[in-house]
């Protein structure tokens, strides 16, 4: 179970880097979501390391220009609220869908009552068993007020905090790991 939380760590990781650069480069990736993650499988020496992509900035734009102004574009449950109320996007935004994680609201159809649900504070389920430190982190992304959503740099340096804090542990302990680093924070 260790090994599989760094390995999640690491792709979280892999995935933030790639959100800094198109942020330092000035850009907003306007379909940010679960679907334009890719990963493969490299191996290093003895081992597989499975690295994660961002993909798809066929609807990235640059912070200055004119986004999008007719209509809202990308998969509905990733969208932040304020894109829904057509508020410019911007990269906050980005932060919006990265929070949001994967395959979020099961069982609902995509379509304007789940957008109106979105806008006034619905939000998805986290799978059982989800660390609470990164549940708790997840609900700072995906907070109803934009101000109090961590950067991506802040992301990166939290995960990183994570990432070695499970490397200083024993092998024999690393079955609590989140456990133990739930209650170190």
């Known amino acids: 179970m260790g090994q599989d939380h760094k390995n999640k760590l690491l792709r979280l990781v892999d995935i933030l880097k790639d959100l800094i650069q198109i942020h330092e480069a000035g850009y907003i990736h306007c379909d940010f979501h679960s679907g334009n993650i890719l990963q493969y499988k490299e191996e290093l020496w003895l081992e597989k390391i499975i690295k994660s992509y961002i993909a798809n900035l066929g609807l990235s734009r640059n912070n200055k220009e004119s986004l999008l102004k007719k209509g809202i574009c990308?998969?509905?449950?990733?969208?932040?609220?304020?894109i829904l109320l057509g508020q410019k996007f911007t990269q906050a935004a980005n932060i919006y869908g990265f929070g949001v994680g994967i395959s979020p609201f099961d069982g609902y159809l995509f379509n304007n009552d789940l957008a109106?649900?979105?806008?006034?504070?619905?939000?998805?389920?986290?799978?059982?068993?989800?660390?609470?430190?990164?549940t708790k982190l997840a609900k700072l992304c995906i907070n109803s007020?934009?101000?109090?959503?961590p950067t991506a740099k802040m992301l990166f340096g939290e995960f990183l905090k994570w990432y070695s804090f499970i490397n200083e542990l024993e092998p024999d302990n690393e079955v609590d790991t989140f456990d133990e680093y739930d209650e170190y924070i």
């Open 74 to 82: 990308g998969v509905l449950p990733y969208i932040a609220p304020e």
């Open 116 to 134: 109106i649900k979105i806008c006034i504070g619905l939000r998805p389920d986290f799978a059982p068993g989800t660390p609470d430190c990164y």
């Open 145 to 149: 007020d934009p101000q109090k959503w």
